[in-house]
């Protein structure tokens, strides 16, 4: 649900009442991970997706009933091989879906509101138990980074405690997920199944070079969700003139700025410069730390020699392994758009874990599981 968070935070300033519809199980070839979200509001207007299109409408109208009786429902979805016009996933997947109404009376709507506040500007986590005693479906429980919380599901104290814990965990990590936990916050009690939503904000792409090439990838970054700064030494050539949609404009040595900003696991780093002046210090650094990626320009030659310049100043084969060079995947790309397409393949495939081959006539699954989705049970190893 706070995939949606900017579009509903704003429905519940207005003052509307609406109905969301959430992911929180998927199995087989579903096209949406847990979290995705449809919301309605009372008068019919939709934002949102929970399954690319196979499941919208029944959907839509689950919504719009949950709105007319104020009834939190849960749903599941799948294939029908008996009626192929019934209402299911014809890709094969399935998917369960929580349909919650959120109107103005709701005494849950106030976390939910300040979930929606969190979501839309910082880091928050929104836990909702999805399945268990129907008394319980629905209710909300924010943790925010520091670890405070606000609601409850007004069952067992301790199991407060021990979701806002757990839930405080997956925001660490950005992550979303279920956890399978006991009414009275343990092995205890009747199980219940919470839904752990993370809300971070967007990874970073850094892109090192102000060439054409980068303008290009910026744009691609912003439409892939990052946020997206731009590097170089040369204040002639890093202007916002040349880089519009970029985030940040930085005119510094880039291993000096590198050195300064933050990153996390997430980021991912487009080295363009290719000028060994700028590369050597600035690989040198950038394999070395936590980050998602690391890509760098050029020809197999320049390659090559980067590399020996690199082992020259003591960075190790295992740190070099690491290195995506010559950047991108094999596109036969020639223009800046064709080349910023090029990397950005491979940063997704590096982040879903994708091999970057043709889909036509693999038996590989078309969608791998994503990092971000996690099952916790309480009592166990995670």
């Keep these: 649900m706070l995939d949606i968070a900017e579009d509903l935070h704003r429905w519940s300033e207005q003052g509307r009442d609406f109905a969301v519809a959430t992911v929180v199980a998927v199995g087989g070839s579903a096209p949406r991970q847990p979290g995705a979200a449809l919301a309605v509001d009372a008068e019919g207007t939709a934002i949102g997706s929970v399954s690319g299109g196979c499941v919208e409408g029944a959907v839509y109208e689950l919504c719009r009933q949950a709105l007319e009786d104020g009834g939190t429902v849960l749903e599941r979805f799948?294939?029908?091989?008996?009626?192929?016009?019934?209402?299911?996933?014809?890709?094969?997947?399935?998917?369960?879906?929580?349909?919650?109404?959120?109107r103005a009376a709701d005494p849950g709507r106030p976390v939910l509101a300040s979930a929606l506040a969190a979501a839309s500007g910082s880091a928050a986590a929104l836990a909702r138990i999805v399945t268990g005693p129907a008394e319980l479906l629905g209710r909300a429980l924010l943790v925010r980074p520091d670890g405070a919380w606000e609601g409850g599901f007004g069952a067992?104290?301790?199991?407060d405690r021990t979701v806002a814990a757990e839930a405080g965990a997956f925001l660490d990590a950005g992550r979303t997920g279920t956890l399978e936990i006991g009414e009275q916050g343990s092995r205890c009690g009747a199980p219940l199944t919470v839904l752990v939503e993370s809300s971070v904000p967007p990874p970073r792409m850094i892109v090192f070079g102000a060439i054409d090439f980068a303008s290009a990838l910026v744009r691609i970054g912003k439409f892939l969700g990052y946020h997206v700064t731009v590097c170089d030494a040369r204040p002639v050539f890093t202007t916002r003139t040349r880089f519009p949609e970029a985030d940040e404009i930085v005119v510094e040595w880039?291993?000096?700025?590198?050195?300064?900003?933050?990153?996390d696991a997430r980021t991912v780093l487009c080295v363009l410069t290719h000028d060994a002046?700028?590369?050597?210090?600035?690989?040198?650094?950038a394999l070395r730390l936590p980050v998602a990626y690391v890509g760098a320009?050029?020809?197999r030659r320049t390659h090559l020699d980067r590399n020996e310049r690199l082992r020259a100043v003591g960075v190790t084969e295992m740190?070099?392994?690491?290195?995506?060079?010559?950047?991108?995947?094999?596109?036969?790309?020639?223009?800046?758009?064709?080349?910023?397409?090029?990397?950005?393949?491979?940063?997704?495939?590096?982040?879903r874990g994708g091999s970057g081959a043709c889909l036509?006539?693999?038996?590989?699954?078309?969608?791998?599981?994503?990092?971000?989705?996690?099952?916790?049970r309480i009592g166990s190893v995670a």
């Design 78 to 102: 799948g294939y029908s091989d008996q009626d192929a016009f019934a209402v299911g996933l014809t890709c094969g997947g399935v998917i369960d879906i929580l349909v919650t109404p959120v």
């Design 156 to 159: 067992h104290p301790e199991l």
């Design 254 to 263: 880039p291993h000096q700025y590198l050195e300064r900003t933050r990153i």
């Design 277 to 285: 002046k700028f590369d050597v210090p600035l690989l040198k650094l």
């Design 297 to 299: 320009m050029g020809s």
């Design 319 to 351: 740190e070099l392994a690491r290195l995506r060079s010559p950047i991108g995947l094999d596109l036969g790309a020639r223009s800046p758009e064709e080349t910023a397409l090029s990397i950005a393949s491979e940063i997704v495939a590096a982040r």
């Design 360 to 376: 036509t006539g693999a038996h590989t699954p078309i969608h791998h599981d994503a990092p971000r989705a996690t099952v916790r």
